[in-house]
């Protein structure tokens, strides 16, 4: 990281990944997660809605 004079406090580098992206597999991976989305909403839902029976 190179050090430059400015105005600001911090500065911020990023390092992009060496190999090509695929914007295939980044446009499908939001549909991957809904799958564990809806399981991890059932055990949640599951643990919020127990009741004692009486």
Same mark, same amino acid.
């Given at each position: 990281?190179?050090? &430059?004079?400015?105005?600001?406090? %911090?500065?911020?580098? =990023?390092?992009?990944?060496?190999?090509?992206?695929?914007?295939?597999? &980044?446009?499908?991976?939001?549909? %991957?997660?809904?799958? =564990?989305?809806?399981?991890?909403?059932?055990?949640?839902?599951?643990?919020?809605?127990?009741?004692?029976?009486?």
């Amino acid at each position: 990281m190179a050090k &430059t004079s400015s105005t600001y406090p %911090m500065s911020l580098s =990023i390092d992009y990944p060496d190999r090509k992206l695929n914007r295939l597999t &980044t446009f499908f991976r939001p549909f %991957m997660a809904i799958p =564990i989305a809806i399981i991890l909403g059932l055990i949640i839902g599951a643990v919020f809605s127990w009741k004692e029976g009486g």
